[in-house]
Nanobody, 123 residues
Framework: QRTIESSGGGSAQAGGSLTLSCAPN?????????MGWFRQAPGKEREGVAS????????YYRGSVQGRFTISQDRRNNKVILQMNNLKEDDTATYYC???????????????WGQGTAVTVSA
């Protein structure tokens, strides 16, 4: 059993919306203080997209997604959600959920990764 299950993604047109879901196992969810989403486009390095402190919901975003993406928690179901609105072609990438980030404000340093989920945005 994976320690982090990721789901969602798919294809959308520019301006559309998609939702990603990340489900760490319950033990991990209770013992991690920061979760985040990352993405990697073909030929590019993996980059942080958004992160959230699980204790107080304080969230951080990379500049290019600020105002379009929202990271949140579904505590009842132990999930971290990334709502992506007003998608752009540049958002096309494989998205990864990460747990136990060592640097939450700078969206970096996850200790564990979920499997990637592809997002494709077309014009």
């Amino acid at each position: 059993q994976r320690t982090i299950e990721s789901s969602g993604g798919g294809s959308a047109q520019a301006g559309g919306s998609l939702t990603l879901s990340c489900a760490p196992n319950p033990y991990m969810y209770k013992n991690t203080y920061c979760m985040g989403w990352f993405r990697q486009a073909p030929g590019k390095e993996r980059e942080g997209v958004a992160s959230i402190y699980t204790g107080n919901d304080e969230a951080y975003y990379r500049g290019s997604v600020q105002g379009r993406f929202t990271i949140s928690q579904d505590r009842r179901n132990n999930k971290v959600i990334l709502q992506m609105n007003n998608l752009k072609e540049d958002d096309t990438a494989t998205y990864y959920c990460g747990s136990a980030l060592t640097d939450c404000p700078n969206i970096s340093g996850p200790r564990l990764w979920g499997q990637g989920t592809a997002v494709t945005v077309s014009a």
